[in-house]
């Protein structure tokens, strides 16, 4: 009977287990809470403006038709009149041409300044993440040594009642306690506050569960000479620094658009309807409109004569004061600007690489020391096992070599999270 209550416990607490085991933080429940995030939505927002100015300019070469009355009482005449009216901009040339390609660029610009937030707040996240986790594991740590001190401080004062340690022995052990319990109230501190900053990453409550991570990591094996190939083609800071240039160059091509202008308007009455047309150089629209005029109430005045007329107006600034060659010698400085910037913005982002790459070797390397020192802690802890079990050391001294593989396999586990973050801050680089 004590034998089936004692397996039917430890099911029980197996399944306990598993079902509470299950209860983590994962990194992948987090992103859609980025994706809900104030700050995201913030940067949704602005991407939002430039596809409606994008759309308000292109919109502008839409046909527009229009209709209007007006009625006009005085004590000598009553009369009205009611027109419809129709404008479609024929060829986006000129200046409605030029200022719908900027808008173009901006709507791309745009497009890619979401990405390139969106992959820095996904960086922030995982930078978070990370030190969330690595403030559990070291509360895990330093609660284990603060146990420990406990205990060697109980059993130091047993030995100093029997005389077999002097006070300041005493003394030294009291100190290594409080030591040990400074850096766990620390730690409780540090990770509660890791989990505020995430929750303001956020913007939600998280619960005060553990944290689960995938410690798991891919060694670089691209030569840096592919990776520049990836980093020219697919770089968003570098694709907008050419999107300046392009829009620099249609400044230019704005400013150096022709003063003068074409016009032709013309007429076409009979009696009281008429229709009337206009087409400009300036904005290449076409514009027409029929209307009719209403004499009394009811109805439409007198006379069926046929009136029209043509005219053709051709016009251009002869002084301006120089206002033209101001314009173009200012297009030509913002041009050679954003020629400059385009050369530096890729000599800033390739040399921001090869730190990257430098640095992830680097943190690569450390993975493999770090890995060593674990190996040698757990050889070591595994002789004093062996010492312990002949009665050489206590069992207090063993959770101290203990402590020690504790520490080497958090130093390694910091070490790969951090190789984990140089490689996305490399792969944000290359536009992956």
């Known amino acids: 009977m004590c034998k089936r209550f004692l397996l039917l416990s430890l099911i029980i607490i197996l399944l306990f287990s598993l079902s509470f085991g299950q209860d983590f933080i994962t990194f992948d429940s987090l992103i859609p809470l980025l994706q809900n995030s104030p700050i995201y939505k913030v940067y949704e927002a602005q991407y939002q403006n430039s596809l409606i100015n994008y759309y308000s300019q292109k919109n502008s070469l839409n046909p527009k038709l229009s209709l209007q009355t007006a009625y006009n009482y005085t004590n000598e ?82 030995q100093f009642k029997d005389g077999l340690i002097n006070e300041i022995n005493l003394l030294n052990y009291r100190q290594r306690e409080k030591l040990a319990e400074i850096n766990y109230t620390s730690a409780k501190n540090t990770l509660e506050f890791n989990y505020k900053t995430l929750e303001n990453l956020l913007g939600t409550k998280l619960p005060r569960i553990l944290v689960k991570i995938d410690l798991n990591y891919d060694p670089i094996k691209d030569s840096p000479e592919d990776l520049l190939g990836l980093l020219y083609e697919n770089n968003l800071t570098i694709k907008n620094a050419f999107l300046d240039l392009e829009q620099a160059k249609l400044g230019l091509e704005k400013a150096k658009l022709p003063s003068w202008n074409i016009s032709l308007s013309g007429s076409y009455s009979i009696g009281n309807t008429y229709l009337g047309f206009s087409f400009d150089t300036q904005n290449y629209a076409l514009n027409l409109s029929l209307g009719q005029s209403i004499g009394e109430i009811g109805t439409t005045g007198y006379g069926s004569k046929n009136l029209w007329n043509v005219k053709i107006v051709f016009s251009t600034p002869i002084l301006d004061g120089g206002s033209k060659s101001i314009s173009i010698n200012q297009a030509n400085i913002s041009l050679r600007q954003a020629e400059l910037n ?91």
């Open 77 to 158: 005449d009553k009369n009205g009149s009611i027109s419809l009216s129709y404008s479609k901009i024929l060829f986006p040339w000129g200046e409605i041409g030029i200022i719908l390609k900027s808008s173009e660029v901006d709507l791309i610009k745009a497009q890619n300044n979401l990405r390139n937030n969106y992959r820095n707040l996904y960086y922030q996240l995982m930078q978070y993440f990370h030190n969330l986790y690595l403030s559990q594991e070291q509360l895990k740590l330093y609660e284990k040594s603060y146990n420990l001190a406990k205990r060697q401080r109980e059993i130091a004062e047993k």
């Open 342 to 432: 385009f050369q530096k913005t890729k000599s800033d982002v390739e040399l921001n690489f090869w730190k990257l790459y430098q640095g992830l070797l680097q943190a690569h390397n450390l993975i493999t020391q770090k890995e060593m020192i674990l190996q040698e802690k757990k050889t070591n802890y595994e002789a004093q096992k062996i010492r312990c079990s002949l009665g050489l050391i206590t069992e207090l001294d063993l959770e101290a070599y203990e402590l020690e593989v504790l520490q080497a396999e958090y130093d390694l586990i910091s070490a790969i999270l951090d190789y984990k973050l140089q490689r996305f801050q490399l792969d944000i680089l290359l536009g992956k």
